[in-house]
């Protein structure tokens, strides 16, 4: 608990006691893991960094100093405690620390001292020697969060110190390396400069520059070797940009190619090593870019031919250049070479190659050429283990043969173990930053040394084989090609399938999408034909209660989606109808009797006022009734006129009554329709639950036959209208009929009340329906009376 008591103190109010309690936590936490996790998971880093930030980030005071150097202790080294500090959501607090403003003059030594430990704490978490998962999900945390943004902003800043650019440019090449989408970001930085630059351009320009730092140089160096780091991507930019057709013709813009072009034929030994160096990490297990780089064509001088950037380095290698130079330009070429038949073709093919290697590496010189002479034996070693024997003069066998009698195996596998055992190489190979303490050490790079130890032993093995044995390592080469081939072939047909399968699931999210959509309509569609079902079975027990010919054909009605209340209630109208009309005829009956009896008491009338006339002798009297005589025959005409109109009214209604019983008439065909929409019914109900994929075909069955009983539908609707005209036409005409036989009412009324009062006797109804049998004996008596 000692230590959970002195973690007690960082939280104190005395700042006194809290900044003793951080420089004793320093000590404790030096080289000693155990007491690193304890503070650790003690909340040390919340603490720290609430204190930092109290501070004054890195404008604070030595005790932002004495708390970074407390967190790099617990850090360094420590995987347990750098995935707590990234799993705790402390990296996001780590970028308001580089938040510098525009104004960056005047920086003070203990602002130049925070920074520096920051971006040493930042460089911790993404160290080459921590764990591959951490250290990636650390560059992808940075990335999220905008630190590297942040870090991307200081490295293009101007005024900032030497010392802090160059550990900014450091931690950048740890942050990117490796990590495609840190890596992605930083190719698409540009300077503040008009026009703008590429970065990684104004930073190959630092590079190439003698006049720069050299710790700045080897810094642009590493971030440039960190940016190519298993990104293929940006390597084919890069190469790409040396490539004849994407050379910028009016040279208003300089690209990466040309300034590593540049660098690498400049008389600068130290920008020919850094050029040759970054176009290997270019280059660096890519070799379709290795094949590429065989079509680029230099122009040496005005008049002469452009040559290869392959003859160009051969022809700097034996003009006896520096020796960091010819180290640099032998890397570049080992690299090149190595694992490339085409490019090892391409540099055999030149005559004057081969003998300065063997030339380079039979001599004996000084320990400085030893270096040269080893990387010599190497590069010839690399041109005998990748030939593909296409030229003649210098197959295998015989380059063997050349080694024997030039420089003889054993020396030849001597000066191939210089490049091992130089100190330098031993230092280039502990880890991949360039640390140099002058330029004259800069010799090796770091992945240039795993390909000395990959191929140092295979070249000694190559060289003491006999031709039989070569013979079977050909054979087994192009086996392992043949199956690599093989492995190739199933590869791509993986991806392919890996797409189609892609695209498949994708098709099958729509299909099921569509399918789901098919299945709501099916259940609405069934939901339907159940109804209509039931409709049907209603109607069955309607039809199996009435077998009366219009009850089936009110069911038809029923069937096509007309209420059966409907139709029996124009039925019950046409029946009144017909009543009335029968109700009228009796009326018409009874008139005709009323005024027949009328006609027979005007003839008795008559033949009492002529007696009466005779009589009496008054003329004028017998004048006046004989006039009201004439009227009453001619209003007697006019109501017979009406009453034959009514009666073909009459007729008309019986015409009408005779269409619609054949209308009737048709429930029989509708009862055999009937069962044949059951059969259908049914039958569509099956298909639409066995088979779900003829969902669009019986959709279309359905809209066909609603569109059918829809026709249906809309005939019936139009014989209902034409009834209903109908019925409405003889309903006004027996309108018209009541008043006119209202009018004749009160007409005879008007007429008995006048024979009254003319003292003429008028019999009830039922006494002239008994005198009709006389009255053409009358009619013979008035017309001898007239």
């Given at each position: 608990m000692g230590v959970s008591r002195l973690m007690d103190l960082l939280a104190d109010s005395r700042e006194v006691i809290r900044n003793d309690g951080v420089l004793l936590l320093q000590q404790l936490t030096k080289s000693n893991a155990a007491i690193q996790k304890i503070v650790a998971f003690e909340n040390a880093f919340e603490r720290l960094l609430d204190i930092i930030t109290e501070e004054g980030n890195s404008d604070g005071g030595i005790v932002v100093e004495d708390c970074?150097?407390?967190?790099?202790?617990?850090?360094?080294?420590?995987?347990?405690?750098?995935?707590?500090?990234?799993?705790?959501?402390?990296?996001?607090?780590m970028k308001p620390w580089f938040e510098v403003g525009d104004d960056n003059c005047g920086w003070s030594a203990q602002k130049v001292t925070n920074l520096h430990l920051m971006l040493q704490l930042v460089r911790v978490l993404v160290s080459p020697t921590n764990p591959p998962g951490a250290t990636s999900s650390c560059q992808k945390a940075m990335f999220h969060c905008g630190l590297l943004q942040q870090l991307c902003t200081i490295l293009m800043a101007t005024g900032v110190p030497a010392d802090i650019l160059t550990e900014t440019i450091n931690t950048v090449s740890e942050v990117i390396r490796g990590c495609q989408m840190n890596q992605d970001y930083f190719a698409s930085v540009n300077a503040p400069s008009n026009p703008p630059r590429p970065a990684i351009?104004?930073?190959?320009?630092?590079?190439?520059?003698?006049?720069?730092?050299?710790?700045?140089?080897?810094?642009?160096?590493?971030?440039?070797?960190?940016?190519?780091?298993?990104?293929?991507?940006?390597?084919?930019?890069?190469?790409?940009?040396?490539?004849?057709?994407?050379?910028?013709?009016?040279?208003?813009?300089?690209?990466?190619?040309?300034?590593?072009?540049?660098?690498?034929?400049?008389?600068?030994?130290?920008?020919?090593?850094?050029?040759?160096?970054?176009?290997?990490?270019a280059l660096q297990e890519n070799a379709t870019l290795k094949e590429q780089l065989l079509r680029v064509q230099l122009a040496t001088s005005i008049g002469n031919p452009p040559v290869s950037l392959l003859q160009q380095c051969t022809n700097i290698l034996s003009q006896g250049s520096k020796v960091q130079t010819r180290v640099g330009l032998l890397m570049l070429l080992c690299t090149w070479l190595s694992n490339c038949s085409i490019a090892v073709t391409h540099f055999l093919h030149n005559p004057a190659n081969i003998?300065?290697?063997?030339?380079q590496i039979a001599e004996n010189l000084g320990e400085e050429e030893q270096l040269v002479q080893g990387l010599c034996a190497l590069l010839l070693g690399i041109s005998i283990y990748y030939n593909d024997n296409s030229l003649e003069n210098y197959r295998k066998e015989k380059l063997k043969q050349l080694?024997?009698?030039?420089?003889?195996?054993?020396?030849?596998?001597?000066?191939?173990?210089f490049i091992s055992k130089h100190e330098l190489y031993s230092r280039a190979a502990q880890k991949p930053q360039p640390s140099f303490s002058s330029p004259d050490h800069m010799m090796f790079d770091h992945e240039f040394t795993k390909l000395v130890k990959e191929l140092e032993g295979v070249i000694s093995k190559a060289i003491y084989k006999s031709s039989e044995e070569d013979k079977k390592e050909e054979e087994v080469k192009k086996t392992l090609e043949q199956h690599d081939n093989i492995v190739t072939h199933y590869k791509k047909v993986?991806?392919?399938?890996?797409?189609?399968?892609?695209?498949?699931?994708?098709?099958?999210?729509?299909?099921?999408?569509?399918?789901?959509?098919?299945?709501?309509?099916?259940?609405?569609?069934?939901?339907?034909?159940?109804?209509?079902?039931?409709?049907?079975?209603?109607?069955?027990?309607?039809?199996?209660?009435?077998?009366?010919?219009?009850?089936?054909?009110?069911?038809?009605?029923?069937?096509?989606?007309?209420?059966?209340?409907?139709?029996?209630?124009?039925?019950?109208?046409?029946?009144?109808?017909?009543?009335?009309?029968?109700?009228?005829?009796?009326?018409?009956?009874?008139?005709?009797?009323v005024i027949?009896?009328?006609?027979?008491?005007?003839?008795?009338?008559?033949?009492?006022?002529?007696?009466?006339?005779?009589?009496?002798?008054?003329?004028?009297?017998?004048?006046?009734?004989?006039?009201?005589?004439?009227?009453?025959?001619?209003?007697?005409?006019?109501?017979?006129?009406?009453?034959?109109?009514?009666?073909?009214?009459?007729?008309?209604?019986?015409?009408?009554?005779?269409?619609?019983?054949?209308?009737?008439?048709?429930?029989?065909?509708?009862a055999a329709q009937n069962s044949e929409w059951k059969g259908r019914l049914e039958q569509e109900i099956k298909e639409l639950k066995s088979e779900v994929k003829a969902l669009s075909e019986?959709?279309?069955?359905?809209?066909?036959?609603?569109?059918?009983?829809?026709?249906?539908?809309?005939?019936?609707q139009d014989e209902k209208s034409k009834l209903q005209q109908e019925v409405a036409e003889?309903?006004?005409?027996?309108?018209?009929?009541?008043?006119?036989l209202a009018d004749q009412d009160q007409k005879l009324s008007a007429l008995k009340i006048k024979l009254k009062d003319l003292g003429v006797p008028v019999e009830d109804e039922d006494d002239i329906e008994s005198g009709d049998q006389g009255d053409d004996d009358e009619d013979g008596d008035e017309e001898e009376q007239d």
């Open positions: 970074l150097l407390l967190l790099q202790n617990l850090l360094k080294n420590n995987n347990s405690n750098q995935n707590f500090f990234k799993e705790g959501s402390y990296i996001q607090r351009v104004v930073l190959l320009m630092s590079m190439v520059n003698e006049r720069q730092p050299f710790v700045l140089r080897c810094a642009v160096l590493y971030c440039f070797q960190c940016f190519l780091y298993k990104n293929q991507k940006g390597q084919g930019e890069i190469v790409s940009t040396l490539l004849p057709s994407t050379i910028d013709a009016t040279g208003n813009s300089v690209s990466a190619g040309q300034l590593l072009c540049g660098g690498l034929f400049s008389t600068d030994s130290l920008s020919n090593w850094c050029a040759a160096v970054a176009l290997a990490h003998p300065f290697l063997t030339g080694i024997e009698k030039r420089i003889g195996r054993e020396n030849f596998i001597e000066k191939l173990g993986i991806r392919e399938q890996d797409q189609e399968l892609e695209e498949l699931k994708q098709q099958i999210n729509i299909l099921k999408s569509q399918n789901e959509q098919l299945q709501a309509t099916v259940t609405q569609q069934v939901s339907q034909i159940q109804q209509h079902k039931d409709q049907y079975n209603l109607l069955k027990v309607q039809l199996g209660k009435d077998t009366q010919h219009h009850n089936s054909h009110g069911d038809t009605l029923q069937m096509n989606g007309i209420q059966t209340e409907e139709v029996n209630k124009l039925k019950e109208e046409l029946e009144e109808w017909k009543t009335k009309h029968e109700l009228l005829q009796g009326q018409l009956r009874e008139k005709d009797s027949e009896k009328l006609k027979s008491s005007q003839l008795e009338m008559g033949t009492e006022q002529s007696s009466q006339i005779s009589k009496s002798g008054g003329l004028e009297h017998s004048n006046e009734l004989q006039k009201e005589l004439e009227r009453l025959r001619s209003q007697i005409q006019l109501q017979s006129a009406e009453i034959s109109k009514l009666q073909t009214e009459n007729q008309k209604l019986q015409v009408l009554n005779a269409t619609a019983d054949p209308v009737l008439g048709h429930s029989s065909a509708t019986e959709k279309a069955s359905l809209k066909e036959y609603l569109d059918s009983s829809s026709s249906t539908v809309a005939i019936l003889s309903k006004k005409e027996q309108d018209d009929l009541l008043v006119l």
